[in-house]
T-cell receptor, first 111, second 113 residues
């Protein structure tokens, strides 16, 4: 009965590959987010989706594309992976502007 | 847009000692304020939050934080630290009617035996 789940937990891949990370929340929240945490632990918001509509799109490369098939899912697709994409990616969800609940993270390593 | 500063990158305290982690925010109105904890290799867990009302907020694991509007601060405190409190602590600020939440850079807490 995990509230916010992400798959995979670990992802090791070669430069230039395309990969997806999946996120699901069973809290009934209407907003979901993707964050990137770099090696210095700095957390930066990448995207936010409210009722399947993009409402925040920070200046991330267009190789990153969020896709929300329904309000319980927000997937992150990354094209042409680069070394600098190595990080931990966190999914989160909230109801309106309330508390955000985080998933366990996906540790991406690009070789 | 709102922003948050955590002045201390790394703090070391002895087990049983008291703890205070600093957080300052920048926002024109009353913000929503949060403290999250991240243990090594784990996700973020909410410790406590302030939306309105009593400015002294109690959280889980014996933590509390006080919202001081005059100082634009939301410092986290614990009277007696346990070894299991060693982790990274993040302060975050959100705003009403907006889902955009900003995190501080984090403070890493080390607990000495």
């Amino acid at each position: 009965d995990t509230a916010v789940s992400q798959t995979p937990k670990y992802l090791v891949t070669q430069m230039g590959n395309d990969k997806s990370i999946k996120c699901e929340q069973n809290l009934g929240h209407d907003t979901m987010y993707w964050y990137k945490q770099d090696s210095k632990k700095f957390l930066k918001i990448m995207f936010s989706y409210n009722n399947k509509e993009l409402i925040i799109n920070e200046t991330v490369p267009n190789r990153f594309s969020p896709k929300s098939p329904d309000k319980a899912h927000l997937n992150l697709h990354i094209n042409s992976l680069e070394l600098g994409d190595s990080a931990v990616y966190f999914c989160a969800s909230s109801q309106d502007a309330g508390t955000q609940y985080f998933g366990p993270g996906t540790r991406l390593l690009v070789l | 847009a709102q922003s948050v500063t955590q002045p201390d990158i790394h703090i070391t305290v002895s087990e049983g000692a008291s703890l205070e982690l600093r957080c300052n925010y920048s926002y024109g109105a009353t913000p929503y304020l949060f403290w999250y904890v991240q243990s090594p290799g784990q996700g973020l867990q909410l410790l406590l939050k302030y939306f309105s009302g009593d400015t002294l907020v109690q959280g889980i694991k014996g933590f509390e934080a006080e919202f001081k509007r005059s100082q634009s601060s939301f410092n986290l405190r614990k009277p007696s630290v346990h070894w299991s409190d060693a982790a990274e602590y993040f302060c975050a600020v959100g705003v009403r009617n907006n889902n955009d939440m900003r995190f501080g850079a984090g403070t890493r807490l080390t607990v000495k035996p």
